[in-house]
């Protein structure tokens, strides 16, 4: 079976189920395993990463409001890949392409391919999305396996929780400022803390920093979305809003790579809930660092 996947998560998954072989082609953003780098990438987006965090949001809204497409598949290119099946998303259009572009695109293919989205908004959802892969690429068994295994590590975890549980506000966008949500909350309970701004399901929200701190958390997690904890840094460096910075002094913040832990529905979600037990037990963990502010 040809496929191509149209988000990094979904990558992820066909890798980790051992079926990196039947990859023919992947997403602009797809970065991890690194074995699958030289596939072709069918999909772009205007948005420069560069930029400020800022000014990415308002490029966003503008493309929204203007009607065009954050992220766009190269027809071209997908066609002459032939592929039997896209796998796609319907949660996030910043994230990747949307699942309704993807379906009009595949039925113009000749022949159309199959189309399998990805739907899960809970940690178990996202295992439901994993066995759904499994399946579709002939794998059952080892879908089983995968997320037997992921299961029993999210347990291991909850069997080392802290001694205290700790309030955990989530931050996925540094300005504006946005919780997290989805998959997240079920993380935070499983590494033995509580999510004060959301339940799992709940999408992703902007808010303001009042409302963060009007929160009360006893830390805060700065997971950003497609960041890695160094571009995470430099977003928090660039903090002036009086209310924010009063904020981020009062309470311990941790910042964790959510561009590969936490931002991608797919196996190494438990990665990131090891990395946010360690911030809730305030020990440090590989790609998790404690912020310190400048004075």
Known sequence: MRVVTLLPGATEIVAALGGAGHLVGISHECDYPAYVQHLPRVTSTPLDPRLPSAVIDAEVTRLRETGHAVITVDADALRALDPDLLITQDLCEVCAVADGAVHRLAAVLAPSPAVLTLTGR???GVLSDITA???????????DELTAGLRSRLGRLRGQWPAEIRRVACIEWLDPPYLAGHWVPDLVASAGGVDVAAAAGDHSVFTSWTNVEALGPDLILVM????????????????????ALRML???????LDGNAYTSRPGPR???GA?????????????????????A
């Open 274 to 294: 090891a990395r946010i037990q360690a911030a809730v037990a305030g020990v440090g963990h590989q790609d998790l660092v404690r912020w310190q502010p400048s």
């Open 122 to 124: 809970t940690f178990e």
């Open 249 to 255: 002094r009062s309470v311990p913040v941790w910042v």
């Open 269 to 271: 979600l438990v990665d």
């Open 133 to 143: 892969v499994a399946r579709v690429l002939d794998l059952a068994d080892e879908g």
């Open 224 to 243: 950003l979305c497609g960041f890695g904890v160094e571009r995470a840094l430099v977003e928090l460096g660039g903090v002036q809003d009086p209310i």
